[in-house]
C-alpha cells in the first residue's frame, strides 16, 4: 500500500472510535472486520484491450460485444454506442473475454466507475477497461463493486490516480487498493443485497418517470395541435403571430438587457440567464447569477415577475421557454437573449404557451428563422412574426390544466427519485463501514 492511501496517525483520535470498533487505513470499521487488497481477493486483474480496434468493428449481427468505458455506470450498462468486434478479435484477445461476475472499472475518464458483468455479457470483450475477477468462496464481488462506487470509495480512488491532463488508474495500484470486508461472504451478500433492492427501486421510479414524460408527450402532441379536442370545445383555432398576442406593445414584447460581466456579483439582483431556460420548466443552475444593485439603477433594467413567460432566443434549442416560478427572489431581471412576453391574460393562458413552445414543430419554425455560426439564435423581430395556431381562452386554460396535472405528477416523482437517491447514499455510508449491522 502506498503511503498516500495510509491515514495520518496524527488525525486519529481514538476516544472517538465507538466501542467495538477499530482505525484501519480504510477508516473505521467493527473490529470483527478485516481488510485486504485488491490483490489479495482476485484471481485475475487485468487491462482489457489497449489500442486501435476500429478496424474490427462489425455489425451486431455477425460481432462479439465489445465493451468500453461510455457503455459503464454504476454498477449497470447503458449500451448508447455499443460496438461488436469480429469473431477473429476476440480470439485473439482471450484476456479481455469477460466472465460473470467480473468487476469492469473505468481506468480512463470517469474514474473509478464501476459495475459488474451479469450473465447477459458473459463472452463479450472489452477496451480500455480494469477487469477484476475475485475469489468467490471468499468475497462477494457485488459488495465490492458497491464500495468501489461508494463516495469514500471513490475519493480513496483518486487518490491513487496518476497523470496530468488525463486521469488513470493502473492495475497495479488496484492491485494494492485496500478494501474493507465483512468476516463472512454472507454478511457480504446480505449488505450488497440490500443495495441491491435500493437500485431496483430507484430504476423502477426512473422507468415510471420516463413512461410519464412519454404520455405526456404524447397528450401534447394532440392537445397542442388540435388534433384532440377536450370535450364542450369544438371551435375553430385561429392563428396569430407572437406580437399580435402582445398588442404591438413592447412592454409586453421585450428583451432582457444587455449586462457585461463586470455588472455581475455574488449578491444583489438575481440575474436570470439563458441557463436557466429549460424546455418548458425553469432550471436553477448550481451558481446562481446576480448583478448589483447600482448596476440594475445605471443600466435602467427590466424587472422580471413570477408568471412571466420567458423565451430563450440562443440555442440549444432557441426558443425553449418557461414560466417564470417563485424562485424567492425580491428582484430579478434576465439577459439580452431571453424574450420577456407577457401577452393580456384575456387572450392568452402562459402555461398553454409555455407547452405549446416545447413541441418539436415550434423548434423547427424557430430554426428556420435562427441565424449565426457560432451562436445560433432568432431575433426578437422574427420571433415576434411567428405564426401559431391558438383556440380560446378557455379552452387554452383546460389544455394548461391537464398539463400542468401531469407536469406535477412527474415532478412528485422525481421528488421520490431524489429522496431514494439519498436513502441510497445514507444505507451506503453505513453498511459499506458496519456502522449498521445487518446480520
Known amino acids: 500500500m502506498s503511503d498516500k492511501q495510509k491515514p495520518h496517525k496524527s488525525t486519529i483520535n481514538s476516544s472517538s472510535i465507538p466501542p467495538g470498533y477499530k482505525q484501519t487505513e480504510v477508516g473505521v470499521i467493527p473490529e470483527d472486520w478485516k481488510t485486504a487488497t485488491l490483490g489479495n481477493l482476485t484471481v485475475l486483474m487485468t487491462n482489457g484491450f489497449v489500442g486501435i480496434a476500429t478496424t474490427h468493428y462489425v455489425n451486431n449481427e455477425n460481432g462479439i460485444l465489445y465493451i468500453q468505458g461510455y457503455n459503464v455506470e454504476e454498477n449497470t450498462f447503458n449500451f448508447h454506442g455499443i460496438k461488436f468486434v469480429t469473431e477473429n478479435f476476440h480470439r485473439l484477445h482471450m484476456k479481455s473475454c469477460l466472465q460473470c461476475g467480473d468487476l469492469l472499472t473505468v481506468q480512463t475518464g470517469e474514474v473509478g466507475l464501476t459495475t459488474i458483468v451479469p450473465e447477459s455479457l458473459t463472452g463479450s470483450n472489452c477496451h480500455a477497461l480494469i477487469i477484476s475477477r475475485f475469489d468467490k468462496k471468499r468475497v462477494s464481488p457485488v459488495f465490492i463493486s458497491y464500495y468501489l462506487n461508494s463516495k469514500f470509495g471513490r475519493s480513496r480512488l483518486k487518490l491513487i490516480e496518476i497523470g496530468t491532463t488525463m486521469k488513470h488508474l493502473n492495475v497495479g495500484d488496484m492491485l494494492q487498493f485496500v478494501v474493507p470486508l465483512p468476516p463472512t461472504k454472507a454478511e457480504q451478500e446480505v449488505i450488497a443485497e440490500a443495495l441491491s433492492d435500493a437500485d ?229 455510508h453505513n453498511l459499506l463501514t458496519g456502522k449498521i449491522r445487518l446480520v
Open 200 to 428: 431496483a427501486f430507484i430504476e423502477s421510479l426512473e422507468q415510471l418517470i420516463a413512461k410519464k414524460r412519454h404520455i405526456k408527450q404524447g397528450a401534447m402532441q394532440e392537445l397542442l395541435t388540435g388534433k384532440k379536442r377536450l370535450p364542450g370545445f369544438s371551435g375553430e383555432w385561429k392563428e396569430t403571430s407572437l406580437l399580435d398576442l402582445a398588442l404591438g406593445k413592447k412592454e409586453l414584447f421585450d428583451d432582457g438587457d444587455w449586462i457585461e460581466s463586470e455588472h455581475i456579483t455574488t449578491e444583489g439582483v438575481r440575474l436570470i440567464q439563458t441557463g436557466n431556460i429549460g424546455i418548458g420548466q425553469y432550471t436553477e443552475t448550481d451558481i446562481k447569477k446576480y448583478i448589483f444593485e447600482a448596476s440594475f439603477l445605471a443600466l435602467h433594467c427590466k424587472e422580471v415577475h413570477e408568471g412571466d413567460l420567458l423565451i430563450c432566443r440562443l440555442a440549444d434549442p432557441a426558443g425553449r421557454a418557461c414560466v417564470l416560478p417563485n424562485i424567492g427572489e425580491t428582484k430579478i431581471v434576465t439577459s439580452v437573449d431571453v424574450t420577456i412576453f407577457r401577452p393580456p391574460s384575456s387572450t392568452a393562458n402562459k402555461i398553454f404557451l409555455a407547452n405549446l413552445f416545447s413541441t418539436g414543430e415550434w423548434f423547427i419554425s424557430v430554426s428556420d428563422r435562427s441565424g449565426g455560426t457560432t451562436h445560433k439564435r432568432i431575433s426578437r423581430g422574427a420571433l415576434g412574426r411567428l405564426i401559431i395556431k391558438v383556440p380560446e381562452l378557455s379552452e387554452q386554460t383546460a389544455i394548461a390544466s391537464i398539463l400542468s396535472d401531469m407536469d406535477a405528477e412527474i415532478t412528485a416523482l422525481e421528488t421520490k427519485l431524489t429522496k431514494a437517491r439519498h436513502i441510497k447514499q445514507g444505507m451506503m
